[in-house]
């Protein structure tokens, strides 16, 4: 997964002069497994 930055219409439309404000943003994920623990094997990547 990637997760790469783009403009968008705030770029092209200059008229509302959103070029210079911060952008917020949000990711979702949603993950089915059968494990039943699954936030340890992530939690022992992430340390690494």
Do not use: C
């Not at 403009?7 to 509302?16: D, F, M, N, P, S």
């Not at 911060?22 to 340890?40: F, K, M, Q």
């Amino acid at each position: 997964m990637a997760i790469i930055p783009t403009g968008g219409w705030w770029k092209t439309r200059t008229i509302h002069k959103r070029y210079n404000q911060s952008v917020r943003y949000s990711l979702i994920i949603s993950i089915e497994t059968d494990l039943e623990d699954l936030l340890t094997p992530i939690f022992n990547e992430l340390r690494v």
